[in-house]
């Protein structure tokens, strides 16, 4: 999982206990093992053709990361730059994928693996698992400050960070709203399906302090929210909560609710997936971008 130099020398200098090598954590062409069913009939696939497309590194505060990278395969050009977060599920392929999608609308789109201090996720068969032993343990602070890395990286490598923008599925939801907040030359946003007030169930987590409805009526970047009405993990009250404090605001940031659509209704993979509101959804984190200047 991770490699600390003095294991395989001896005369080498001990590495802080913060520091890592992560070797790469996701495989191309291949779902997390947590992912099941996989809707096969309803895949949609994006092939690589006139794109430059794989994994890199990026380096981090104690150590580097391994991403997800696809762009347009255009020498001497700098393009609009997206991250893409991932669900808890990890850089699988249906991220890849969706890092394809933009790359052939003319975006730079990477998706670093933000859980990679805490280890591989593609062999965890339990989505509990993956929820207790990484997700939960991933410090927010950790979550921006890897995100920053990664827009440093795109900045040296063909990426236009003068056009930057965000967005995340589920657990990525989240991030996406905190790292609006976080980082104010981020153009715009789009949060997919992701928690927006405290879980009133759980403990707090001390890691992870801030939720989305902390930040809304301060936020600056415009962030558009893409929600399913029939989500049983993200009550409509709550989606409510948050967009009367996004009002207060001055980001002109808003939510969408799809009336029919479960939670993962864009995850063409899953049973959950709704077309018509996927579609009707992309169309509109498209414009979104297009219209706050992110391309």
Known sequence: MYQDI?????????????EFFATSIFAAGMFAAAVSPIQAQTRITTDNKGLIEGEVKIPVAGGEIPAYRAMPDTKNK??????????IFGVHEWIQDVSRRFAKLGYMAIAPALYARQGDVKTITEIRELQRDIFSKIPDKDAMSDLDATVAWAKKNSGNTKKLSITGFCWGGRIVWLYAAHNKDVDA????YGRLVPNPTAPKNEVQPTMPIDIAKDLKVPVIGLYGGQDQ???????????????????????????????????????????????????KLQDWFKKNGAI
């Open 189 to 192: 946003g789009a949060a997919w």
């Open 233 to 283: 993990g993200i009550p409509l009250d709550s989606v409510q909560r948050m967009q009367d404090e996004l009002k207060k605001g001055k980001s002109k940031s808003e939510i969408i609710v799809y009336p029919n659509a479960q939670h993962g209704f864009h995850a063409d993979y899953r049973p959950s997936f709704n077309r018509e509101s996927s579609e009707d959804a992309w169309k």
């Open 6 to 18: 003095s294991d395989s020398n001896p005369s080498a200098p001990r590495l802080d206990r913060r």
């Open 78 to 87: 700098k393009f609009p730059v997206v991250m893409v977060i991932h669900e």
